[in-house]
């Protein structure tokens, strides 16, 4: 749906300094599609070094002559394409352009003069006022968007959302959404309240309208504690929530699973709405109806079962994370993939585009992991038959080195870590095919995740304390899963779990 929609040319005009290039270049990254800068590409064919040169040699009436010429040739292409300061002026550049998708960049000349400072070379740089008062008037062309005080991430996830790439019902059981846009999809309830994490804050216009209060949240990791939940009953108290109401959550996934946790004990339980705004969370918090805060030392150790009544899967979000963080999302993707070879194979061919965050292949992939949790999650949805632990590849180690690292680590890379870590040791038991291990290892390699524990500084005492806390202990031991083969799972119970082992084969 989404790869339909932006086949259509995409033209990103404004005033010098607003961004265009900088924006253009990432938004044709995030679709996979070619980026060209009319400015530059009419200098290339002249073989003149920028604009200043240009004009010198030929003057503006041929400048403007030759961009009429390649902005008429590249209408309808399919690319992404910034366009010069004032080739919008031009009527017959107009009569193009009305037919195009067209975004324009804003900016306060205050903001531009700091961006550009003595000119860079621009022919016209002494004349700035005049022009912007000429050129970006109300009549100027184009969906505005303001890139004053925001990131580039911010800005390209804007220019995604003008798009109007359409949403879909990918999973009709769980009310999960995909879409760019689909964040702002309505709920039913009229007695609701919203939190929104800090991080996106600023996205407000992205969250569902009707909500009677909103509270601004810390999320992180941090945030996953008995206080937070104390602080969250209060609000949905004093914001009067009923259980005919609904809380609808915006971030990351220690957000949803805080949020979660405490709208399922309010009034015995309200209904959620999700919108999960970082991968991870898209792929794996928001999915399942699992919430829990971390209690003594480990991870999710109190919680509760509640299905969300609808999650919102809008990967125009995903250009305001850091590269880091996608990468711990894009972890999760990999370990569903184990759980089904024919998923495995095309991931492990698409891994360079997903890596380079290809929003298109993303979101087709997106789709298929989250289908493929669910039919686990249906399959156990209160995590006591056996079905739904195979979801945990990768997490009893991985939850362990999370919690005994000095170093900052993602949740995704730790998993990571714990998928290596198993993998290797079934496989050195004679449990696994030989070379699971390896090509496991490779797909994270390739991804650009950690593949051993090197930069994280382990403290042994913490990592084997915090393997006795782990969840899945019974009274016979502990319970892990590792792969046979891609695709092919094995639960085995350990009363003696090799923790040192485990380190080892990842140090």
């Given at each position: ?124 740089w002494e004349k700035r006022e005049e022009l912007y008062q ?39 059981q769980h009310n999960i959404i995909l879409g760019w846009g ?243 040791w079934s496989e050195m038991e004679g449990l696994s095919e ?74």
């Open positions: 749906m989404v790869e339909k929609q932006v086949k259509k040319t995409i033209f990103i005009a404004g005033f010098m300094g607003t961004g265009k290039t900088t924006v253009g270049k990432e938004v044709a990254r995030y679709l996979g599609r070619r980026f060209i800068d009319t400015d530059f590409l009419i200098c290339q064919e002249s073989n003149c070094e920028n604009v200043e040169d240009f004009f010198s040699r030929f003057g503006k009436s041929i400048f403007r002559k030759k961009e009429f010429e390649i902005i008429s040739r590249l209408a309808d292409s399919g690319n992404v394409i910034s366009l010069g300061g004032g080739s919008d002026q031009n009527p017959e550049i107009k009569n193009i352009l009305i037919s195009q998708h067209l975004v324009r960049l804003v900016a306060p000349m205050s903001e531009i003069e700091k961006r550009i400072k003595n000119g860079s070379g621009r022919p016209l000429k050129r970006e008037g109300e009549q100027s062309l184009g969906l505005k968007i303001n890139t004053g005080n925001k990131q580039i991430g911010e800005v390209v996830s804007l220019v995604l959302r003008t798009l109007n790439a359409g949403i879909e019902i990918i999973n009709k689909s964040s702002n999809h309505s709920i039913d309830e009229d007695n609701s309240v919203g939190v929104i994490e800090n991080d996106v804050s600023g996205y407000l216009f992205a969250f569902p309208k009707g909500c009677n209060e909103i509270l601004n949240f810390s999320g992180g990791e941090g945030s996953k504690t008995y206080k937070s939940i104390h602080g969250l009953l209060d609000f949905f108290n004093q914001a009067g929530l009923s259980r005919d109401g609904s809380v609808v959550v915006m971030g990351g996934g220690a957000i949803s699973d805080t949020v979660g946790f405490a709208a399922s004990i309010h009034l015995r339980g309200v209904p959620v709405h999700l919108i999960p705004t970082t991968l991870l969370s898209m792929v794996d918090a928001s999915i399942g109806g699992k919430f829990a805060v971390n209690f003594g030392n480990a991870k999710n150790l109190v919680g509760n079962f509640q299905m969300p009544k609808s999650i919102r899967i809008d990967s125009s979000f995903l250009p305001t994370l850091k590269h880091e963080e996608y990468l711990s999302g894009l972890a999760e993707m990999i370990k569903m993939s184990c759980l089904d070879e024919e998923l495995f194979s095309a991931v492990y061919k698409d891994i360079k585009s997903l890596k380079n965050q290809n929003l298109i292949k993303l979101d087709s992939y997106i789709k298929k992991v989250v289908n493929l949790k669910c039919e686990y999650v249906d399959a156990d949805p209160y995590d006591i038959d056996n079905q739904r632990i195979f979801l945990n590849f990768g997490h009893t180690v991985g939850h362990a080195i999370e919690l005994s690292s000095s170093e900052k680590i993602r949740h995704g890379e730790a998993v990571g870590l714990g998928m290596v870590a198993m993998s290797k030989t070379g699971t291990a390896g090509i496991i290892q490779d797909m994270l390699e390739r991804a650009g995740l950690p593949t051993n524990i090197e930069h994280f500084n382990i403290d042994k005492a913490s990592f084997f304390e915090a393997l006795q806390k782990d969840k899945k202990w019974t009274s016979q031991g502990l319970n892990v899963v590792y792969p046979k083969a891609i695709g092919d799972f094995e639960i085995s119970n350990l009363t003696n779990p090799p923790a040192e082992k485990w380190l080892d084969l990842i140090s």
